[in-house]
């Protein structure tokens, strides 16, 4: 299929994590984001007792201003077991919603395969025992043929600071990339505010991001950093400042420097 070329901040779908900036509080972390220039969001339970309270709150959640919606799953099931966790996740696919998920998380492959193309399988840091190289993203998608890949560079990077695996994993699953994460991460595997580095680094693969696969921030800010880390992500992409007022005023968002 030929894709748009770019022309700007409307092509692109840009967002953040509610989890980066209200840990544990969605209704915040919406209500934060939906302030800023995003038109993007993903809804986090990284933590399996977050995701029956937010499964409950779906109905009562407010998603105006978002033109792409996701939620990520937990990345380890302690509290839930995992076919209670798969069936939370139904509420979220019944809305077409996509699905992160963390493939070190998964035994029952047969139920994460019912999710079908909405399933997005996030390459892992080195912290993990999986999924973290092409020939371990191979194995997963081996038992997952219809997911797609969250691409998350930082963790790419964190695992080899010269890019050559991150460019080995975009060059193999570009093609199944539909999700991109973007923050920095320490040796420890912390999430944080983007820096000269880091977006040095990351430039020259996410400009070769179409715009149907949205980019989600996962830097850890407080919410007056959440629109100058939106202007980080969009200077490294090259889009316009022209484009960018536009996109801000027709959400009503602040439009001043930050």
Known sequence: MDLPEHTGYSDMRLGFSTGAVAKGDVERGLALIRESSADAVEVSALRDTELPVLIDKLPRLDFTGFDYVALHAPGAFTALSERSVLAYLERAAERG??????????????????????????????????????????????ELPEAGLCFDIAHARQIDPSMMLAGRIWDEFKGHVRHIHVSHVDAEGRHGALNRECVKAFAPLLQQATPDVPLILESIVPPECVESELTQLRDMLGLSVLSLNEGVSSKGANTSSL
């Open 97 to 142: 919603w996509p699905i992160v998920v963390h493939p070190d998380a998964i035994t029952d492959w047969k139920g994460w395969r019912s999710f079908g193309e909405l399933l997005v399988v996030e390459n892992m840091d080195r912290r993990k025992a999986c999924g973290r190289t092409p020939e371990e993203l191979e194995v997963v998608f081996e």
